[in-house]
């Protein structure tokens, strides 16, 4: 299951904030094996002021239309997958909303899986 959270300047259109997080969602789909309805997203927008971050760091030339996509998830994914993710990820949202590859930054935080509850008071990923 992972938990989706998705940084970005305020402005983007309800249509655009919906393809985006469709568009991060197929990625999961298909290379981290998410199931269906296993959705978890988070979408923070921030004024200018809030959201500060290096233009060309490492030699990249991003835009205000930088989206900061942080991705926790428990540790069993292989590097192949990780890659393949960052790959689909920008597919996705380059073909959904034009958004420019230098303007994707991705993020995966790995957690044990004892460290997801999903409701009831539960360790579904130990039981």
């Known amino acids: 299951m992972p938990l989706t959270?998705?940084?970005?300047?305020?402005?983007r259109t309800e249509i655009a904030r919906r393809e985006?997080?469709?568009?991060?969602?197929?990625?999961?789909?298909?290379?981290?094996?998410?199931p269906e309805d296993d959705r978890f997203m988070i979408i923070n927008e921030l004024e200018g002021a809030?959201?500060?971050?290096?233009?060309?760091?490492?030699?990249?030339?991003r835009s205000?239309?930088?989206?900061?996509?942080?991705?926790?998830?428990?540790?069993?994914?292989?590097?192949?997958?990780?890659l393949a993710l960052y790959k689909a990820v920008n597919h996705e949202l380059s073909a959904r909303i034009g958004c420019r590859?230098?303007?994707?930054?991705?993020?995966?935080?790995?957690?044990?899986?004892?460290n997801w509850s999903f409701g009831q008071g539960r360790a579904q990923n130990i039981e």
């Open 20 to 34: 985006l997080q469709a568009g991060i969602y197929e990625a999961m789909r298909q290379t981290f094996a998410v």
């Open 101 to 114: 590859p230098d303007d994707i930054f991705i993020n995966i935080v790995e957690v044990m899986p004892e």
């Open 50 to 61: 809030d959201f500060w971050f290096g233009r060309s760091y490492p030699g990249l030339d």
């Open 64 to 82: 205000d239309d930088l989206i900061i996509i942080q991705i926790t998830v428990s540790n069993n994914r292989t590097r192949e997958q990780k």
């Open 5 to 11: 959270q998705i940084f970005m300047r305020k402005g």
